[in-house]
């Protein structure tokens, strides 16, 4: 299984981003976790393929909405009042379970390259 994260870029604090992850297979659980410099990865939200149910990180919680189309097997994570906190590289991550979502990154087998997300304020 392949990921492919896009999206990223330079924004102004308020303002908003989609990120992409686009899967060549699989119908497990997906999330997006995020790394800062000098910080550990974090997760950030997740859904569960098959029913659409989604968590998030209570840092994002109100901000950011996770969604998926089925068609195209492909994960968007709508980022809204961004803040320079949000800087970091974003990557996209399929489960190993379905409908078992976890904040864990070792419970993801699979991993897209990241995408750089930078809040200027």
């Known amino acids: 299984v392949q990921l492919q994260a896009s999206g990223g870029g330079l924004v102004q604090a308020g303002g908003s981003l989609r990120l992409s992850c686009a899967a060549s297979?699989?119908?497990?659980?997906m999330g997006w976790f995020r790394q800062a410099p000098g910080k550990e990865r974090e997760f950030v939200a997740g859904?569960?393929?098959?029913?659409?149910?989604?968590y998030y990180a209570n840092s994002v919680k109100g901000r950011f909405t996770v969604s998926r189309d089925r068609a195209k097997r492909t994960m968007y994570l709508q980022m809204n009042s961004l803040n320079a906190e949000d800087t970091a590289v974003y990557y996209c991550?399929?489960?190993?379970?379905?409908?078992?979502?976890?904040?864990?990154?070792?419970?993801?087998?699979?991993w897209g390259q990241g995408t750089q997300v930078t809040v200027s304020s």
């Open positions: 991550a399929l489960s190993r379970y379905a409908r078992r979502l976890s904040p864990q990154a070792s419970d993801y087998a699979y």
């Open positions: 297979g699989g119908t497990y659980d």
């Open positions: 859904i569960v393929w098959d029913v659409s149910s989604t």
